[in-house]
């Protein structure tokens, strides 16, 4: 019979506890969450008791300078894109947006 060279031996698998699942329960919950929040957090801030802008596909904004009305297509983590009046469509930034757009 030849020796097992090089082979380990196979560890044993623990078995889980009810204690076990619901930790692991609760930490993919918790990464759900997470990641709700920080959606929601791009879209949607309110800081010093100021609303900021809602934004949600369909959504008409205004240029607060020209006066035009967008409206919104599709929305990134860090932009948005606008059908302008003329029915193309530009990339805006949130940053912009909050700073020069309104709800019509």
């Not at 030849?2 to 889980?16: F, R, W």
């Not at 709700?36 to 607060?64: C, F, M, N, W």
């Not at 967008?70 to 009046?85: C, F, H």
Request: aromatic share 4%.
């Amino acid at each position: 019979m030849k020796p097992h060279i090089g082979k380990k031996k196979a560890q044993p698998v623990k078995t889980l506890t009810e204690r076990d699942v619901i930790r692991m329960m609760r930490e993919a919950w918790e990464a759900k969450v997470q990641g709700i929040v920080s959606e929601l957090d791009t879209h949607y801030k309110q800081a010093d008791g100021e609303k900021k802008l809602t934004v949600s596909p369909g959504l008409k904004i205004r240029h607060e300078s020209s006066g035009l009305l967008y409206t919104v297509d599709t929305l990134g983590t860090k932009d948005v894109v606008l059908i302008t009046p003329d029915g193309s469509r530009i990339v805006v930034n949130f940053a912009e947006l909050d700073k020069s757009y309104a709800l019509d």
